[in-house]
């Protein structure tokens, strides 16, 4: 079995020559590790290889985490992502943990990670997660709803709106894949274009089984868990 370090720089080469392939600069699709599940000596070994992004989904286990790396390694530059279902009784820790946040997806949300983000923290780094595939069973904005909520979270003095989030739906045939991850991109070309004054960078899209698809159709950040950590053991969830 590789070592986390190897599967990172396997991980990294493979992005680098998918970006290759597409005619994209270098370093234009940053990697977030996945470490959902997985303990705090999976995510140092990960941050020794010099991996500084991780995303967590669920909010007390991420909690935990940020709160170890702080305690006993506050010198490591660690940059912490939520990607998982916000609950809105939970929205104060999301608040007062993680530097990103992939998943706001309604009104409520954004503004209760506002006016929990502690003083003193920078603003909370923001996506819209979008529900590209119209399956009514994921969460996420419709089309229609993103630029009302765009709106709102700009206005928000403590949210720094980025970019957009999807999750498509699990399908293995590449042209499938890669209609669905244009479709956001366009979104976020049309949200760009409605609003010039905010710095939409950022497309967080791809996972370990369609990461070449996103990369193809624009993703900026590709969020990879299993390729890196391995398969995870969900036996003490739920
Ligand atoms: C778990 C998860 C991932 C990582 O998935 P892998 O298939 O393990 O790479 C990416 N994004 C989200 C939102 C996830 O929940």
Redesign the pocket.
Same mark, same amino acid.
């Given at each position: 079995m590789n070592s986390i370090q190897q599967n990172i720089e396997q991980i990294t080469s493979q992005i680098e020559a998918i970006q290759k392939k597409c005619g994209r600069p270098r370093d234009s699709v940053q990697l977030l590790a996945?470490s959902?599940t997985k303990p705090v000596e999976a995510i140092l070994e990960a941050a020794n290889a010099g991996q500084v992004a991780f &995303?967590e989904?669920y909010v007390q286990e991420g909690a935990d985490k940020v709160a170890y790396f702080n305690d006993h390694y506050p010198n490591l530059p660690l940059e912490w992502h939520f $990607? &998982?279902p916000i609950q809105s009784n939970k929205s104060r820790h999301v608040a007062g943990n993680f530097d990103w946040v992939?998943t706001v997806d309604r009104d409520k949300i954004a503004q209760r990670l506002n006016d929990q983000r502690p003083e003193g923290l920078p603003p909370i780094q923001v996506l819209i997660q979008v529900n590209t595939s119209g399956e009514s069973s994921k969460s996420g904005t419709s089309d229609s709803d993103i630029f009302e909520l765009a709106a709102l979270i700009s206005s928000l003095p403590n949210l720094t709106l980025r970019g957009l989030m999807s $999750?498509p739906a699990n399908v293995s045939d590449y042209q499938s894949q890669l209609v669905a991850f244009k479709q956001l991109a366009e979104l976020k070309d049309k949200l760009a274009a409605r609003y010039p004054e905010l710095n939409l960078d950022t497309l967080s899209m791809g996972?370990?089984?369609d990461m070449q698809a996103a990369i193809e159709a624009g993703s900026t950040m590709v #969020? $990879? &868990?299993?390729?890196i950590f391995g398969a #995870?053991d969900y036996s003490n969830k739920n």
């Open positions: 996945v959902k &995303g989904n $990607i &998982g992939h $999750i996972m370990s089984g #969020r $990879i &868990g299993t390729a #995870r």
